[in-house]
């Protein structure tokens, strides 16, 4: 007879991982507003001409509810010092008083132009202790993103394991996945831009992993991208300099910093083809930059070939 497995909550594993209870708190109130975001990824505005609600207003749109729905659940929340949201390019001050809180930058939305053609997209969360959002992505106390697809998954890592969570009927967060570890070598590859903007360099690498037979896998979403990348645990996902965007085009605060400090503690790498991500320094919220993550040895091959490897 085989053991029935135990079946463990958020709150929970994060108690029984040491986290400390005010990080507890902050990371099941980012994950109590995330279930409104599901519900209005289902049900809300799909741009239809001239919709309007069942009271006859004018519907907002999908990243901008979404937005309005982590806000205001931050804003209530005690623990928040101060939050900035890639919606709208500014920090908020929540409880400039309150002492030992924590600041939270998060991309409400991400990929909201797929929710029309019904692919997978998520909210992603970058936590720091303090009220000062930029000091930089090693300074992160946790990351966590959320996935909504055919099931709502949440990925959380406080710097002991990354852990992914699934959604269930009643509405909690359960433990699907533990320690979600990262091979050193893959066979996967997501690159985004557009190719005849890419730098010779970085069209060598890219080459090189189509010759080896990396199998394509790009679905214009971040969060599902890099989820199928950690998952799986190979891979290497790109968005590169492009000519005309030296930083190419994902924000360092809102995406990179998280995604890199989520693929990092899974033993991971990332880098912006010079210099680790996270030890990218950020000096304003709008900051963009390369980013080169997945497995280890990937994206080391990918900085050889940035760095003239033919
Ligand atoms: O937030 C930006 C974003 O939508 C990401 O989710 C995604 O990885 C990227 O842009 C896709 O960009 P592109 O459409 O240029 O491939
Ligand atoms: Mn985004």
Known sequence: MTAEREIIGLRRHLRESGIKPELRGLICEIAESTKYVINAVRTG??????TSNLYGEEQLALDVLSDNIITEQLSKCSLVASIAS?????????????????SVAFDPLDGSSLVDVNLAVGSIFSIYKGD???????????????VYGPRT?????????????SLNHLGDFKLTRENIQMKDLGNIYSPGGNRNKYTPEHLNYIKYLENKGYKLRYSGGLVPDINLIL???????MYPELIGAPN??????????PVAYLIEQAGGAASDGKQPLLDVPVDNIDQRAPIYVGCKNDVATAVEYLNGKE
């Open 45 to 50: 505005d799909l741009g239809l001409a001239g």
């Open 132 to 146: 000062n959002i930029l000091q930089g992505g090693r300074k992160q106390v946790a990351a966590m993103f959320v």
């Open 231 to 237: 998952l799986k645990g190979e891979g290497i996902f």
């Open 248 to 257: 190419g085009k994902l924000r360092l605060l809102f995406e990179l910093y």
């Open 86 to 102: 890639e919606e709208k390019d500014i920090v908020e001050s929540v409880h400039p008083d309150y002492k030992g809180g924590y």
């Open 153 to 165: 998954s949440l990925i959380y890592s406080a710097g002991e394991g990354v852990h992914e969570f």
